[in-house]
């Protein structure tokens, strides 16, 4: 009796390695295939927005004038760190902050595939999330290394909604608590930047829900959820107020208020909310370019973001009707975090007046926390949605197309970025080649090939500024030989 114990405790052991192996490794495949994609479609070279960075805080990085700042916390704590790092021992390389961007996304990843492991979701359902997760739609992020960080800070959100989770459900280990308390100040002053905005918002909520939860309960954690909300107010007010300091300077932007807006053309908002939300059935710019070439109307896009509206609504109904958010609290986190990333782009992005702003892939990283959500909702109420009721066939049903669609628009974005991936680094070799005889050429062509705020009269020379400081520094392009 006491061998069989023990074999059977054995075999449990293999099957958890088994189970680790494969929620844990199938990130770091996905971390791989974006890394190949990155080589693929990139060239270690500064361009658009590290023009800015290189005039801001180059050459000198140990500069504590350029750190100690009103606006510090909107600059991102994080990024002087790495951007030391970068000049002394990379040579101010553009591809090592890219690679820096997909491990973010690989721990994202990986704080996914814990949370699934413990929560027994289906295989099937983690494949499908890290297909959405590692997703090319993000091709903008992942090849302009300007915003690594933001694949960190998202990183840090999910891990958050994690531990919180954990803590929340009695299923905690240790430090936990700790980092329940701790990792908001954190990730607010550290690290999340603008992105604190969704993500405090997030927490506030799930700290109302636990308290509600821990009264009904009579149980003493909700001390614990007050502590959170308070920690998470008080750097959320930091960051406002370092923020109060900042110069807002957005090219192309018009000169209108959101009221005057709302009177004027209160169609623009809800056209522009849902057009961001077809962006995440197919890439932004593959819709885009189907505009343009007539092949989709304006209205065949509304309706795509009306799908996603729709498993949005299907998710939240489905976390209530079969009360998922007694188990756990994750899966709603994350669709709070994606409908409210939505909003603040529109709120904060209607100045350009031009609704296909939305579909940008720069937001896609905003946007997935969303659908990662739907996804989890569907794998976690797949087998409760098991029966011939006609209430969980529809569902059933409803969800399987859903995700099918899912699948075929972002294998779809997949397949269209990695063919044009030798273009992009062709884009980038052009840059490379007018870089190193940059003395060379006038302002004009400066401005048209390095992407940087091209209709303002001081783009060439700025590009010709952060080009000379590179030189006689001997960084970046003209740190390596260049055609070798």
């Known amino acids: 009796m006491i061998l069989s114990q023990k074999m059977r405790s054995m075999d449990g052991m293999k099957d958890r390695q088994k189970q680790r192996l494969f929620y844990w490794g199938l990130p770091f495949f996905g971390v791989l295939l974006c890394l190949w994609y990155v080589k693929e479609a990139t060239c270690d070279i500064v361009y658009t927005d590290y023009i800015r960075l290189v005039n801001t805080y180059l050459p000198d990085v140990w500069n504590p004038k350029k750190f100690f700042v009103p606006d510090v916390l909107t600059r991102i704590p994080v990024n002087y760190l790495v951007r030391i790092i970068n000049v002394t021992f990379f040579g101010y390389s553009t591809t090592f902050d890219m690679v820096l961007g997909i491990l973010g996304l690989g721990l994202s990843g990986l704080a996914l595939g814990v949370y699934c492991q ?64 701790v990792m908001p100040m954190a990730l607010i002053l550290g690290v999340a930047g603008s992105y604190c905005a969704v993500y405090s918002v997030v927490v506030f909520l799930s700290c109302g829900v636990s308290w509600l939860i821990c009264r ?146 720069r937001y896609a990283l905003q946007y997935q926390a969303g659908i990662l959500g739907i996804v989890l909702t569907f794998g976690l109420l797949w087998e409760t949605m098991k029966g011939k009721e006609l209430e969980k066939l529809c569902s059933r049903g409803a969800a399987a197309v859903f995700c099918l669609v899912l699948l075929l628009g972002h294998g779809y974005t997949d397949y269209v970025e990695a063919k044009k991936a030798p273009d992009r680094e062709a884009y980038g070799r052009r840059i490379e080649a007018i870089a190193v005889r940059f003395e060379e050429v006038d302002d004009d062509v400066l401005r048209e090939n390095f992407d940087y705020r091209q209709g303002r009269a001081d783009s060439g020379a700025k590009v010709r500024s952060a080009l000379t400081v590179l030189k006689e520094n001997g960084w970046n392009v003209f740190g390596r030989s260049v055609g070798k």
Not at 127 to 141: A, D, H, T
Not at 337 to 353: A, D, E, M, Q, T
């Open 118 to 181: 413990e929560q027994k979701i289906g295989k099937g359902w983690f494949i499908l999330l890290m297909f959405v997760l590692f997703g090319l739609n993000k091709w903008e992020m992942m090849t302009n290394g300007t915003g690594w960080v933001h694949f960190l800070a998202f990183a840090g959100f999910y891990y958050y909604y994690l531990i919180f989770d954990r803590v929340a459900y009695g299923r905690e280990k240790p430090f936990d608590r700790r980092l329940v308390l």
């Open 216 to 361: 009904q309960k009579k149980e003493t954690d909700g001390r614990l959820w007050a502590a959170v909300f308070a920690g998470t107010l008080v750097s959320l007010l930091l960051y406002m107020w370092s923020n109060s300091y900042a110069v807002e300077d957005h090219a192309g932007a018009v000169d209108v208020g959101l009221s005057e807006l709302l009177v004027t053309a209160p169609g623009f908002f809800p056209r522009f909310l849902l057009k961001s939300l077809a962006s995440m059935l197919i890439g932004g710019e593959t819709v885009t370019g189907w505009i343009e070439q007539g092949k989709l109307t304006d209205g065949m896009v509304y309706g795509m973001g009306l799908l996603v509206a729709a498993g949005y609504l299907a998710a939240f109904w489905l976390n209530v009707r079969f009360h998922l958010y007694r188990r756990t609290l994750l899966p709603l986190m994350m669709l709070f975090s994606g409908i409210g990333n939505h909003g603040i782009v529109v709120v904060s992005r209607f100045i350009f007046l031009n609704e296909n702003y939305g579909m940008s892939s």
